[in-house]
């Protein structure tokens, strides 16, 4: 039987005093975002003398809100569905079929990971314009297929690895063609990565600024991130409406997360016994 010691008792104070410093910036967003922007250069730390949920229905309006979280949702929606098709499928390719040529596209995927993106966004707009798939969505649904796509096949390439192949060989037999392979035995073997992959995609591309920034100039196609800035001039930083507009930009994603939590500690386990 396990005792409780000094030492657990320590580290159970470590964790929960790093627990509150991680918090303290979400206190400051959520606080702030029902205050006045008086009441806020006042004292941004303290509580609110009275909480102004007007500020979020003002920035539901100036936002045009339900219009950027769809456009938001749907670029993540696509993005995630495509770079979960492509990246499993790849890397299990990859594992499948070893050689040199095989060895050299993995090595390549993998040094895309690191190279920054500031390094090829001005080619990228510039191909982007030749391509004609500049301010769309269409569009940067399949630039985030080319930046998300490396790091997938590189989470997936490990995983594949420990799905025993004698497993596929008996489907083959049974008569199941290769497509039939992967999805009815491969992918749901999959699901502890692939719930990894969504994660972590989910993200980036819920919360990118950049990339949005340099391909939707129409203002109908604003995301969140996108809309948000807007309160964040060069001369004028309405933190009130802000603050507000950033609570309802995390809380989709805040519930997503909490949504798939127990996946994700599933996830956890089936990735350590494998």
């Known amino acids: 039987m396990n005792r409780y010691t000094k030492k657990t008792f320590g580290l159970e104070v470590i964790g929960i005093v790093l627990g509150i410093i991680f918090l303290i910036p979400f206190?400051?967003?959520?606080?702030?975002?029902?205050k006045s922007f008086a009441e806020i250069l006042i004292d941004a730390a303290a509580l609110p003398s009275e909480i102004l949920l007007s500020n979020y229905a003002k920035v539901w309006e100036i936002l045009n809100f339900p219009s950027a979280f769809m456009n938001s949702f749907i670029i993540t929606f696509l993005s995630i569905v495509g770079l979960i098709i492509i990246s499993s499928m790849a890397a299990w390719k990859l594992v499948r079929t070893p050689g040199k040529f095989s060895s050299f596209l993995f090595i390549m995927f993998v040094s895309a990971m690191v190279i920054p993106f500031q390094a090829v966004m001005i080619p990228l707009v510039k191909l982007g314009g030749i391509l004609g798939i500049m301010n769309s969505i269409p569009g940067i649904v399949m630039m985030y297929f080319g930046f998300g796509v490396p790091l997938s096949i590189f989470l997936y390439h490990g995983f594949v690895k420990t799905v025993p192949i004698e497993i596929e060989e008996s489907a083959r037999i049974d008569g199941?063609?290769?497509f039939g392979v992967f999805w009815r035995i491969v992918f749901p073997l999959l699901k502890p990565i692939t719930v990894t992959v969504i994660i972590l995609n989910t993200l980036w591309i819920w919360n990118d600024y950049l990339l949005p920034l340099l391909v939707l100039q129409d203002a109908s196609l604003r995301t969140i991130?996108?809309?948000?800035?807007?309160f964040f001039a060069q001369?004028?930083?309405q933190w009130d409406m802000g603050l507000a507009a950033l609570v309802l930009g995390i809380t989709p994603i805040i519930i997503f997360f909490l949504f798939l939590q127990k996946h994700i500690i599933k996830g956890i386990a089936a990735g350590s016994i494998k």
Not at 27 to 34: I, K, L, M, R
Not at 225 to 230: F, H, I
């Open 27 to 34: 206190y400051f967003v959520v606080v702030n975002s029902v």
């Open 176 to 178: 199941c063609s290769q």
């Open 225 to 230: 991130p996108l809309a948000t800035s807007s």
């Open 235 to 237: 001369y004028t930083k």
